[in-house]
Each structure stands twice: as structure tokens, then as C-alpha cells.
């Protein structure tokens, strides 16, 4: 009998963009933005069928939802939504709770898969994380804080000491500061 119930409730298989998935009822899909409900609504061909855990060998078939958000970022984004609509205190105290803790490249993620699917309740809430992070900042210390290196040059070195020092993971975490910033 639980097997029936799980087989009525209406489900979608989350895949990110490296292959991790998700399963979720279609309302917690649906709670994922705008850009999961669209796909979900129009993509009628688009299905999985997965075995049935009540283990009498029955399947279910779910609707695929294919979104290019990496699956860390997914599962972010998949806790934030069951967190916000179960959520009953502030957005001081969500954000606070949420973000807690969260480096700044995670953040930046964050903040490019939430404007993919068009979660307009994650956007607000990273930006204003990030917001608090730089709060009562100079510009200088701003620019140190996301490692962008281009506003405030280093000291003049020569070519391959410039070069030794800004590594590829600070170009990355720096042209997603700026990505994540031009969306704010």
C-alpha cells in the first residue's frame, strides 16, 4: 500500500549537468524555479522510469528535467528550496542560517544556477550574503576579498613572477566574482 501512494505521487528525476540526479516530488521540482516548472510543463516526451522501493518489483516513471547546474550546486539549491518553503523566521534569519559558512566560490555558483532557473528567492538572498560580506569594505579590500587582481595591480614584477603568482583557480573564482556580480 506505500508502494501505491509513492507510485501516485507525481515525481521528476533532476539531472545535473554532470550526470548526478535528483528525485523529487513535482512539487519540490516545481519549487526549484521557473526554468524546472517550464520544463517540466512543455517536455511531455521526456521520462525515466526508475524500480519502486516497495521492492515488489514495480517501476515508476518520472519526468527527466536536464539542468546545467553541477550537482554540488543542485543539491544547494534543492536544500535551499525544501529550507525556504518550510522556513518560518526572517530572511535575516534564512540567509544567515543558509549561508552560513559557504566560501565564495560557492556562492558565486549559487548565484549563476539560481538566475538559470530563474529562483528569484536565492538570488536575493546570495546577493545579500555577499552584500554583508563586503559591507563597510574599501574597494581595495573588496577586490582582495573575490581575488580580482585587475582593478588593484600588484606591485610591478616582472613578467614570470606576475604569472607564478595569479594561478588558474584565482582567474576562476575571479571571473565568477564578476559574473556573479553583474547579475546583482
Same mark, same amino acid.
Given at each position: 500500500m506505500a508502494a501505491e501512494r509513492f507510485q501516485e505521487k507525481k515525481m521528476v528525476m533532476l539531472r545535473s549537468e554532470d550526470g548526478v540526479e535528483f528525485l523529487l516530488s513535482e512539487a519540490e521540482a516545481i519549487s526549484c524555479g521557473t526554468t524546472v516548472y517550464v520544463m517540466i510543463k512543455y517536455d511531455s516526451e521526456n521520462h525515466v522510469v526508475i524500480p519502486s522501493n516497495g521492492g515488489g518489483g514495480g517501476e515508476i516513471k518520472c519526468r527527466l528535467a536536464r539542468v546545467s547546474v553541477r550537482g554540488d550546486t543542485l543539491s544547494k539549491v534543492i536544500d535551499f528550496s525544501k529550507t525556504h518553503t518550510s522556513f518560518s523566521g526572517s530572511h535575516d534569519a534564512l540567509r544567515d542560517c543558509f549561508f552560513a559558512g559557504l566560501d565564495h566560490e560557492t556562492l558565486f555558483d549559487l548565484i549563476l544556477a539560481s538566475e538559470y532557473l530563474q529562483l528569484r528567492g536565492l538570488i536575493?538572498?546570495?546577493?545579500?550574503?555577499?552584500?554583508?560580506k563586503i559591507k563597510d569594505k574599501s574597494p581595495r579590500e573588496i577586490c582582495g576579498i573575490f581575488n580580482i587582481n585587475s582593478v588593484f595591480p600588484l606591485p610591478q614584477l616582472d613578467e614570470e613572477e606576475k604569472l607564478a !603568482?595569479?594561478?588558474?583557480?584565482?582567474? /576562476?573564482? /575571479? /571571473? !565568477?566574482?564578476?559574473?556573479?556580480?553583474?547579475?546583482?
Open positions: 536575493d538572498l546570495a546577493c545579500q550574503a555577499i552584500a554583508h !603568482k595569479q594561478s588558474q583557480d584565482q582567474l /576562476e573564482l /575571479e /571571473e !565568477k566574482a564578476l559574473r556573479a556580480l553583474d547579475i546583482v
